[in-house]
């Protein structure tokens, strides 16, 4: 059993920052790509910015520059710090991991249960 909890959701102005934190915990034996998503009303779920094992990173064009991934391998965990934030980073945000248990030979993907980003004035 693999869990993914997340933190650091709430309300913020226009122009502020949030901190978003995932832990993954339970029988994990190696985590492979980690990645933040996020769903807004109304939308498709989108992948917001991953990052690999190897520490390469990857973002949605409209949030290049403002939001940074990063994670810490030996903590299984990943955060993803979000700057200028702007109405339209509105969203219920998702943890992903890929992760591979001590008893299966591929990983399988895990999600956590989402935290509400609501940027407004």
């Known amino acids: 059993q693999v869990q993914l909890v997340e933190s650091g959701g709430g309300l913020v102005q226009p122009g502020g920052s949030l901190r978003l934190s995932c832990a993954a915990s339970g029988s994990i034996r190696r985590i492979d790509d980690m990645a933040w998503y996020r769903q807004a009303p109304g939308k498709q779920r989108e992948l917001v910015a991953k990052i690999t094992s190897a520490g390469t990173r990857n973002y949605l064009d409209s949030v290049k520059g403002r939001f940074t991934i990063s994670r810490d391998t030996a903590k299984n965990t990943v955060s993803l710090q979000l700057d200028s934030l702007k109405s339209e980073d509105t969203a219920v945000y998702y943890c992903?991991?890929?992760?591979?248990?001590?008893?299966?030979?591929?990983?399988?993907?895990?999600w956590g249960q989402g935290t509400q980003v609501t940027v407004s004035s």
């Open positions: 992903y991991a890929d992760v591979r248990v001590p008893w299966e030979f591929t990983p399988r993907p895990h």
